[in-house]
């Protein structure tokens, strides 16, 4: 069981926004630590979106943006695109735990 | 360019043994912590084990401990997961990842993956 929550699912029309929330607590994200989010397209590896909270690593579109406010994080994604849809996870730091790193739940993102 | 590959996957019964392996090239391997990250059919991804570039350091999921071994050998920039007594929740796809940042073992976000290797526990 993840201690990172995700919605199962959200979805847009293209050309909308959309957002994926991530929901920690104190020994994780609201500790401080940086969270991460992955997209994993259909039948392939997860790819880095974004890292440290809100950055980009090279080649991924500024569509992406991240977000984190006390025990939660958030991934935003404009100008929706049918190549979006995919899932995306959040990942963190949880010091309390003895393996103590952990992935969010999954948010599958469907384009109408 | 960076590459992972990682290799080793087969069906094993119930209480047997297998080591993965993960081939690193395009970067300096001894420089970075690695990480084991699997994904069971349909499901989401979880975090198994990682150890530091020099070996110093190891952390396992709960729910591998005592019964999974990371290691590593620098001189054929490679990765090893042994694997023992598996079980059927152990059925999954086992990522090799790559953390972001040189000479780091905590808080870092994984910016290189393998393919994967699929891993069936059936009798």
């Known amino acids: 069981q993840s201690v990172l929550t995700q919605p199962p699912s959200v979805s847009g029309a293209p050309g909308q926004r959309v957002t994926i929330s991530c929901t920690g607590s104190?020994?994780?994200?609201?500790?401080?630590?940086?969270v991460h989010w992955y997209q994993q397209l259909p039948g392939t590896a997860p790819k880095l979106l974004i890292y440290g909270n809100s950055n980009r690593p090279s080649g991924v579109p500024d569509r992406f943006s991240g977000s984190k406010s006390g025990t939660s994080a958030s991934l935003a994604i404009s100008g929706l695109q049918a190549e979006d849809e995919a899932d995306y996870y959040c990942?963190?730091?949880?010091?309390?735990?003895?393996?103590?790193?952990?992935f969010g739940t999954g948010t599958r993102v469907t384009v109408l | 360019e960076v590459q992972l590959v990682e290799s080793g996957g087969v069906v094993v019964q119930p209480g047997g043994s297998l080591r993965l392996s993960c081939a690193g090239s395009g970067f300096t391997f001894d420089e970075f912590t690695m990480h084991w990250v699997r994904q069971a059919p349909g499901k989401g991804l979880e975090w198994v084990s990682l150890i530091s570039w020099d070996a110093g350091t190891t952390y396992y999921a709960d729910s591998v401990k005592g019964r999974f071994t990371i290691s590593r050998d620098n001189s054929r920039n490679s990765l090893y997961l042994q694997m023992n007594s598996l079980r059927s929740e152990d059925s999954a796809l086992y990522y090799c990842a790559k953390a972001l940042n040189r000479w780091e073992y905590s808080r870092s976000s994984f910016d290189y993956w393998g393919q994967g290797t699929l891993v069936t526990v059936s009798s």
């Open positions: 990942q963190s730091y949880d010091s309390t735990l003895s393996g103590p790193y952990v």
């Open positions: 104190s020994s994780n994200i609201g500790a401080g630590y940086g």
